[in-house]
């Protein structure tokens, strides 16, 4: 069964606007999260990670954003450009291995 | 640093035959995982090793399915015999100490497998 979910499987945005990317979780022992960026032929690289002692983490264009209370967390990304189109990975582990969504593939159009 | 270097790229073999994945780890790493990526189930973990030694296969979908790690510098995952439904893509990937925390895990570009 799933424990993390990625509901869209796909998202375009327009570039310059901003992208939100969604992840929900079941397992409430989850206390880190992370997401991967994937492009196509390549394996997933590391984007960013929040803890579950924080809400929010931003790095440049990137925040992540994490409400325990609805197990939910999400990505946003500001402003969007061409270069971000990918698949998004999000990732969770309640201490002793990373659990993956499904992806959702971003498209960003110039 | 080159990486997690995964062989082959891509492997397209008839059901019933042997494959063999392989994974050489990012030198200082004691943690190696292996995944298969599909669409129906995102990124599933078969396997880890931390320092050559498996810790947990509850992932490993059949007896079919094997991986081992002779040393720290190399690990295979062997399918024997292949299916149709083992078509993916399986990604090899290590860390240090687990790396629960930081950056995660590096992976590899991934072996495209297909069975026809």
């Known amino acids: 069964d799933q424990q993390v979910k990625q509901n869209s499987p796909s998202l375009s945005v327009q570039e310059g606007r901003i992208s939100i990317l969604n992840c929900d979780y079941t397992n409430s022992m989850f206390d880190y999260f992370l997401w991967y960026k994937k492009y196509p032929a390549e394996g997933p690289t590391f984007l960013i990670s929040?803890?579950?002692?924080?809400d929010k983490n931003e790095d440049g264009r990137f925040t992540v954003f994490l409400n325990k209370s609805a197990k939910h967390l999400s990505l946003h990304i500001v402003p969007s450009q061409p270069g971000d189109s990918a698949v998004y990975f999000c990732a969770a582990s309640p201490g002793n291995q990373f659990y993956f969504g499904t992806g959702t593939s971003l498209t960003v159009i110039p | 640093d080159a990486g997690v270097i995964q062989s082959p790229r891509h492997e397209v073999t008839e059901m019933g035959q042997e494959v063999t994945l392989r994974c050489k780890p990012i030198?200082?790493?004691?943690?190696l995982f292996w995944y298969r990526q599909t669409m129906m189930r995102g990124l599933e973990l078969l396997i880890y090793f931390n320092n050559n030694v498996p810790i947990d296969d509850s992932g490993m979908p059949e007896d079919r399915f094997s991986a081992k790690m002779p040393n720290a510098s190399f690990s295979t995952l062997k399918i024997q015999p292949s299916e149709p439904r083992d078509s993916a893509v399986y990604f090899c990937a290590s860390s240090f100490g687990g790396a629960l925390r930081g950056g995660g895990y590096t992976f590899g570009s991934g072996t495209r497998l297909t069975v026809v």
């Open positions: 030198s200082g790493h004691d943690y």
């Open positions: 929040i803890s579950s002692i924080k």
